[in-house]
């Protein structure tokens, strides 16, 4: 895996634009950039294209949308199409690339992905390199936690699975605390954090070649080795009321909001398992880091120093080819393209041509030490598989299985109808 640009950015004087494209006789020297960031995402990725803007005097119009992939769908094949999407799921650029609605990179965009990126950036990404643009990454199989309280109840940071369900099954047992804080609900999205947890487990259970014939849709998922991890995360996370508030509150509460348990007086929860951009959630008062107010461990796997991680990232596509968008895609791909957002911090990249000493902060610094690492390291299967499964059937199923409407056997079985898989 590359070298990542961990980045932040200040809040730039970009127009951040109520809608995208609308008049099809827009100017064609604006480059229309169509993306998931918003709110503070969107701040700091407007300050990435404002350095752009001020560079090349090119207008750039950012659009951010919260139900990101049934827009872009609506978008892309319509005169209200981007220039420029910024898409979390391979699996979403496959469906684009079968529906001929984006273009391949111009070849000098793609030398400059090649100058500034490892041979293995693409990797298990499920990214196509005639399309993508790696950009953003984010480590999953991040836990949460606040090391006064560990100190004061003479807990100690779990190093492998068996130690952290140990830790879990002591907590469980206590009337004043709850082991995990956890929730799945995201709009549209709803689903996603559990499918994150199945991933890890999956992972370092089953191990990596099994991970990889299942997220390339090859496994049938009522393999052992996938219907154990569901069987896991019930019993870790859901089971007795494990996260704080029970299973109303893991459907109900906003996933942005989920840590809140963690940080009361006194804790609701003791962990907190989220990606390494949910620092982005977390007040601005809550110091991050070692020795400080919250701080962050790998996920543990069987065996102590041997942690696989689940990775998950957004890659640029382009819808049209003009000098003006290939101009932008080509500054995406290089270090210049990270350095704002690298300056406000919460972005990790797959660029090997920046130097890891340059990231912002002590936590960010961390989490690209994670992703460098050399270890066992697969992409976030929901977003490699097809999109209408990945990022739509499996989010949905697996919250009916959460809220008990389903079980896990019809669960299993509609996923593998949907990818038309045989389980003998």
């Not at 993508?132 to 991040?142: D, E, F, H, L, W």
């Not at 090859?218 to 870790?236: D, K």
């Not at 596509?317 to 101009?327: C, M």
Request: charged share 25%.
């Amino acid at each position: 895996m590359g070298r990542p640009v961990i980045a932040t950015l200040l809040a730039a004087a970009l127009v951040l634009a109520a809608c995208l494209g609308d008049d099809p006789n827009e100017d064609t020297s604006t480059v229309r950039v169509f993306g998931p960031y918003v709110g503070v995402d969107a701040d700091r990725f407007a300050g990435v294209l404002d350095d752009f803007e001020n560079s090349t005097g090119i207008d750039v119009v950012y659009t951010g949308s919260t139900d990101f992939v049934d827009n872009l769908r609506q978008r892309a094949g319509s005169a209200r199409r981007p220039d420029i999407a910024m898409v979390p799921q391979p699996g979403v650029i496959d469906d684009l690339i079968e529906r001929d609605a984006i273009v391949t990179l111009p070849e000098s965009v793609r030398e400059t992905v090649t100058a500034n990126h490892d041979d293995d950036t693409f990797g298990n990404t499920g990214w196509n390199p005639r399309y993508v643009v790696p950009y953003r990454r984010a480590v999953k199989s991040i836990v949460w936690y606040r090391p006064e309280l560990f100190r004061t109840e003479g807990w100690s940071v779990p190093t492998t699975m068996p130690e952290l369900r140990v830790l879990v099954e002591e907590i469980a047992e206590r009337d004043d605390i709850d082991p995990w804080c956890f929730s799945i609900f995201s709009g549209t999205a709803t689903g996603w954090p559990a499918t994150d947890w199945v991933e890890d487990l999956v992972l370092r259970r089953a191990g990596p070649e099994i991970y990889d014939d299942w997220a390339a849709g090859r496994l049938s998922w009522q393999h052992p080795g996938i219907r154990t991890a569901f069987e896991e995360f019930q019993t870790l996370v859901l089971d007795d009321e494990r996260s704080f508030g029970g299973i109303r509150s893991v459907l109900q509460t906003d996933v942005t909001r989920a840590s809140e348990p963690l940080l009361s007086d006194p804790p609701g929860c003791v962990l907190y398992k989220q990606a390494s951009f949910a620092e982005e959630w977390l007040p601005a008062e809550v110091a991050v880091g070692p020795g400080q107010d919250v701080d962050t461990f790998v996920l543990p796997g069987l065996q102590p120093d041997a942690s696989p991680i689940v990775t998950s990232g957004d890659g640029a596509v382009q819808f049209e080819e003009r000098p003006n968008v290939n101009r932008l895609m080509d500054f995406l791909a290089s270090p210049a393209g990270g350095e704002a957002w690298a300056d406000a911090g919460g972005f990790v990249s797959a660029l090997s041509s920046v130097d890891i000493t340059s990231y912002f902060g002590a936590v960010d610094a961390g989490f690209a030490e994670v992703l460098l690492d050399d270890g066992v390291s697969r992409f976030d299967a929901s977003d490699v598989l097809p999109a209408d499964v990945g990022s739509g059937l499996l989010w949905r199923r697996i919250t009916s299985w959460i809220e008990g409407t389903i079980t896990l056997d019809e669960l299993l079985t509609s996923i593998d109808a949907a990818l038309d898989i045989d389980p003998d």
